[in-house]
């Protein structure tokens, strides 16, 4: 197996990776990258952001996922050399120097096992103290040399770190609702449960399932969707999702339901699709494919799992128009808390649904009816204050709100229904 054979067998698993590398003066650095791969080239294209100080020379790229619960993590180590690429920055991969997929438990208990055949053991204590000038160097160099003092800034509490949250908190903090509604013809103090379930019912129309069909539901959340399509239509249901607590309680109510003979949710990544070819008649995304940092890869496993003539129906965002300038830094602070990986316009969309093998066959820009949903999720999450600030962080938690507010400017970025079909 030659090295990008075994890298491609476990990306799949992953989104964004780490990039590690040397600044000038020889510390180490890393960031979260996007990583292109350009096989004709050997290489994979980064991104590092404006000011960071980096140079050529050995690199590592790190992909990393676990579940909520952290009982099962999937692991992909890299190593390899930072090189200039037009301009840019690109990754050329060397080594893969581990990969680890499974239980937490059995790789602890396999780490002992390592560590005892060697007289080796956990050390009781680490010296933090010794990152210490490393970490400052770090903030100096990322605020072009102000001095932000010795304490711990940008560490845990109110600091720079992504916010992971309580999908569990957050969840009921909305309502159990974490996609957006249909408010057309609604009034503005509806419940949003109710916005939510028109928006679902709106795809399941458009689906138009029916018995005796199979439909793959792509990003399958807890499973209120998907169960909600299989109730409507008759046919079998089949979600996806990575987070394997969400999978958990998504087989949990369907059997709630009495519905676990024809709905069933398990492990998968949209772009390595744990399914034969021509699986599905009908293929749903809800509001998921612009969390997918390679859209096009995405569209060519739905187009592979698709059976000939099968149906794709979407929700999606997109670039309804230019964003202004002014508007950029919104934009910016919208991908980073919505994770929004994958962002284009309409004619871009359509041009990777064709790429993939998926003809279009209607769009309908929904924007309007969608945008109430933003100063809804504002307000509940203002509402349960004192629920999320033990677990997001008082900083995060305002920075998530008021972004939420902010969003209401961005107007160029619409919200879609898409269709599509596989040739027969």
């Given at each position: 197996m030659n090295l990008w054979d075994e890298i491609d067998g476990h990306l799949h698993l992953f989104a964004r990776p780490v990039l590690s590398f040397r600044d000038p003066d020889g510390f180490p650095f890393s960031v979260r990258t996007y990583a292109r791969q350009d096989r004709a080239r050997d290489l994979f294209h980064v991104q590092i952001p404006e000011g960071v100080p980096a140079v050529a020379g050995p690199a590592w790229l790190l992909w990393h996922t676990h579940d909520d619960n952290f009982d099962v993590q999937h692991t992909l180590a890299v190593t390899g050399?930072?090189?200039?690429?037009?301009?840019?920055?690109?990754?050329?991969?060397?080594?893969?120097?581990?990969?680890?997929?499974?239980?937490?438990?059995?790789?602890?208990?396999?780490?002992?096992?390592?560590?005892?055949?060697?007289?080796?053991?956990?050390?009781?204590?680490?010296?933090w103290p010794a990152l210490e000038p490393i970490a400052r160097k770090v903030r100096r160099d990322l605020t072009g040399g102000e001095r932000t003092g010795d304490g711990d800034e940008g560490v845990g509490e109110g600091g720079d770190e992504d916010w992971a949250g309580s999908y569990t908190e957050v969840s009921r903090a909305l309502e159990s609702t974490l996609h957006h509604g249909y408010w057309k013809d609604l009034p503005p103090n509806a419940p949003i449960t109710e916005a939510a379930d028109r928006m679902t019912d709106l795809l399941i129309g458009r689906i138009d399932a029916r018995p005796g069909e199979r439909v793959l539901d792509l990003g399958c959340g807890i499973g209120a969707p998907g169960i909600r399509l299989a109730k409507a239509s008759g046919a079998t249901v089949v979600g996806v999702s990575i987070t394997e607590s969400e999978i958990e309680l998504a087989n949990a109510a369907a059997a709630a339901e009495d519905l676990a003979d024809r709905v069933s949710f398990r492990y998968g990544n949209v772009m390595a699709l744990p399914f034969p070819d021509d699986s599905f008649d009908a293929v749903c995304s809800m509001e998921f494919l612009y969390q997918i940092p390679d859209r096009p890869l995405a569209l060519r496993e739905i187009s592979r799992v698709l059976k000939p003539g099968g149906r794709f129906e979407g929700s999606d965002f997109y670039l309804r128009a230019p964003v202004p300038h002014e508007k950029e830094p919104i934009l910016a602070d919208l991908r980073r808390i919505a994770m929004v990986e994958t962002l284009t316009d309409l004619d871009a969309y359509l041009a990777e649904l064709r790429a993939a093998g998926i003809e279009p066959a209607g769009t309908e820009d929904i924007s309007p009816h969608v945008w109430p949903t933003r100063a809804r999720y504002?307000?509940?999450?203002?509402?349960?204050?004192?629920?999320?600030?033990?677990?997001?962080?008082?900083?995060?938690?305002?920075?998530?709100?008021?972004?939420?507010?902010?969003?209401?400017?961005?107007?160029?970025m619409g919200f879609l229904l898409i269709s599509g079909r596989k040739p027969r």
């Open positions: 050399d930072l090189v200039g690429e037009d301009g840019g920055w690109a990754f050329r991969p060397a080594r893969v120097i581990s990969r680890m997929h499974g239980d937490v438990a059995q790789v602890e208990r396999a780490a002992a096992r390592y560590l005892a055949d060697r007289g080796l053991s956990v050390p009781d204590t680490f010296p504002a307000r509940l999450l203002r509402a349960s204050r004192d629920a999320l600030a033990p677990v997001m962080g008082e900083k995060e938690l305002d920075e998530v709100i008021a972004v939420t507010e902010q969003a209401d400017d961005l107007q160029e």
